[in-house]
């Protein structure tokens, strides 16, 4: 089992560039699927995630050539089978081959996704949809099969009940080649979309209103290759900025959209973190005297519920009361027990997170639950006197590509060992 030691307590300084969006290339690769042609993809981040979604292309005949940040795709390969199931659970983002099979076989044969510890994570809006434009649905054992009776997908008017990120870009992967118009209703704004949308554009689609709440998708015949840059993680951004706040003294988070962070930036501020926003970057001063503040995540442009856990080490910095509640993933606290081992004064409340500061923190052995509440871990190792020792790194290595590289350049005492 491999683990990540980290001396804290030493101020960090210098540059550190965020890498393409795991959320967003976890999309792009299956929606690659569609194409007839090869498509590359620029500025894709080393995580595992990338690793897995390769593995099922590769396995189920398609081929990829992979340079550094950049995959040449070649789809053409892809046969109309079963996906290999072993792969699927480690990834919940698999879910995406769901919207690409079936928008060019009519057809996909799936198990059933994975992902990390957030409580329940249905895909019924995903299944919703797909029912809408004729697909049916039914199981076989730990598989699910969704099927057309040999039509293509056809277009449909689709309502989200909840807004959702997955089932947004799926239903649009799905329409890109069905007959006639999809329009999504109460769709998700977040970025990725965008970015999903574009790429798809780019290969001949016709989608309009991405990163509205109205995305209306004319299915065409056919979609070519392209070269598509895909947009800055923000949430591997957010998270270098709150670690900037937390124990830099003078850090240049490069790569950045700001406005891909505003809420994000707005809550710092509104604690008294002082920052300067650049061209394509932001710099973070060194901190003192920070205002504990109450963190409420919701849907894009909101606070992402992604960034509430490596905020909350930075939280525990700050002087007095405060609270953090996540409106969409309520159970998304795992991270909370770790960081009072190491001596925060922090707990789950009644559905919400309450701290008090300032803390100073102190290392101890501890355990990532899940990709967001390991990058807390690691914010928090960093800051604190003495050695932490985080087991469960797969999922920090899932999301956050050389992390170990990136800190040490900054000054960091990191290591990953292999057990
Ligand atoms: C995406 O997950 C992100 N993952 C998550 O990031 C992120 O936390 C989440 O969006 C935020 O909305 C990827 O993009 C790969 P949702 P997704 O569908 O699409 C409910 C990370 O740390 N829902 O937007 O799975 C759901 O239970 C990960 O990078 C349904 O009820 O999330 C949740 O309460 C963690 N039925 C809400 O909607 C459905 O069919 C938002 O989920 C789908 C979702």
Known sequence: MRKIIINGGKLLKGEVAVSGAKNSVVALIPAIILADDVVTLDGVPAISDVDSLIDIIELMGGSVKRDGETLEIDPRGVKDMPMPFGKINSLRASYYFYGSLLGRYGRAIVGLPGGCDLGPRPIDLHLKAF????????????????????????????????VSVGATINTMIAAAKAKGRTIIENAAREPEIIDVATLLNNMGAHIRGAGTDIITIDGVEKLHGTRHQVIPDRIE??????????????????????????????????????????????FVEKQDNLKAVTVR??????????????????????????????????????????????GADISVLGGQIVYQGPNKLVGAPVKATDLRAGAALVIAGLMAQGQT?????????????????????????????EA
Do not use: C, W
Request: aromatic fraction near 6%.
């Open 131 to 162: 029912e809408a434009m004729g697909a049916s649905i039914s199981y076989e054992t730990d598989a699910m099969r969704l099927a057309t009776d040999g039509q293509p997908l056809h277009g449909a008017h689709i309502y989200m009940d909840t």
């Open 237 to 282: 951004a957010g998270t270098y900025i709150a670690m900037a706040a937390a124990i830099g003294q003078g850090i240049r988070v490069t790569n950045v959209l700001y406005e891909h962070l505003e809420s994000f930036i707005a809550k710092l501020e509104e604690m008294g973190v002082r920052m300067t926003v650049e061209e394509d970057a932001i």
């Open 297 to 342: 995540t919701s849907p894009y442009p909101g606070l992402a519920t992604d960034l509430q856990q490596p905020i909350t080490p930075l939280l525990l910095k700050a002087e007095g009361r405060g609270s953090i509640i996540d409106t969409i993933y309520e159970k998304r606290v795992n991270h909370v027990p770790e960081l009072a081992r190491m």
């Open 389 to 417: 020792e985080i087991t469960s790194i797969e999922y920090i290595l899932r999301g956050y590509s050389n992390i170990i590289e990136k800190l040490t350049a900054l000054g960091a005492d990191i290591q990953l060992l």
